[in-house]
């Protein structure tokens, strides 16, 4: 069965610093790998996303993810970050099991980043 | 706007109550979700529907009964609800694909009293 794991559930962080909000997951087969945003009482929006080629992928707000086949990972950077970056993200999963695959998300259990002046 | 929309945004309702949340989708997707959201805990999936079939329940009490007349609408109705029932409840819909997503609703807040 898949699996995502956030390893962090808090990451405070002054601005303009670096961060990095780490994501790992498990899986016998190809994976897609998400990761999405929620600002306070919003719905989650998606920030990026791997599907295949390059492996590193970027946001337009200047997060990116490194999708790490050997380490199973996908950990979400962002050189300098600034206070409207405070929010909760979450690192999904989802697998072409083929067939009748609805393509259903896997989530981890989330981050939430405080970037505090 | 993201191609989502739920409604009401908020919602107090007492433990007697009969309620209904709303969901509506343009984007010409497939498959559509309810999600739980608890202060502290992990998204719970609720149900999810596909080309307006339920396909999925994960062990919700029956006080939650979700419809999907369509792919476009999805309601959750609730009765007698309880107090930890209160929670941010999302939708979603996704194209059906493996590498599409979700696109999520702002959700509704729900506050059982």
């Known amino acids: 069965a898949q699996s995502v794991t956030q390893l962090d559930s808090q990451v405070p962080v002054f601005e303009e610093a670096p961060v990095e909000l780490r994501c790992n997951y498990s899986?016998?087969?190809?994976?897609?790998l998400f990761w999405y945003v929620q600002y306070p009482n919003q719905g989650l929006q998606l920030l990026l996303k791997?599907?295949?080629?390059?492996?590193l992928v970027e946001s337009i707000n200047g997060f990116e993810a490194e999708f790490n086949k050997s380490q199973t990972s996908f950990h979400l950077r962002k050189p300098s970050v600034h206070i409207s970056d405070t929010a909760e993200y979450f690192c999904?999963?989802?697998?072409?099991?083929?067939?009748?695959?609805?393509?259903?998300?896997?989530f981890g259990q989330g981050t939430i980043l405080t970037v505090h002046p | 706007e993201t191609g989502v929309t739920q409604t009401p945004r908020h919602l107090v309702m007492g433990m007697t109550n009969k309620k209904s949340l709303k969901c509506e989708q343009h984007?010409?997707?497939?498959?559509m979700y309810w999600y739980k959201q608890s202060a502290k805990k992990p998204l719970e999936l609720m149900f999810v529907?596909?080309?307006?079939?339920?396909?999925e329940n994960n062990s919700v009490p029956s006080r939650f009964s979700p419809e999907c007349p369509n792919s476009s609408h999805l309601f959750l109705h609730l009765h007698t609800l309880q107090p930890e029932d209160s929670a941010l409840y999302l939708c979603?819909?996704?194209?059906?694909?493996?590498?599409?997503?979700?696109?999520f609703g702002s959700g509704t807040r729900l506050t059982v009293v």
């Open positions: 529907y596909n080309f307006k079939e339920q396909t």
């Open positions: 999904a999963v989802s697998w072409d099991a083929g067939g009748t695959s609805y393509g259903k998300l896997t």
């Open positions: 899986s016998s087969v190809s994976v897609y």
């Open positions: 984007l010409g997707h497939n498959a």
């Open positions: 791997y599907l295949s080629g390059s492996t």
């Open positions: 979603a819909s996704s194209q059906g694909g493996a590498n599409y997503g979700y696109t």
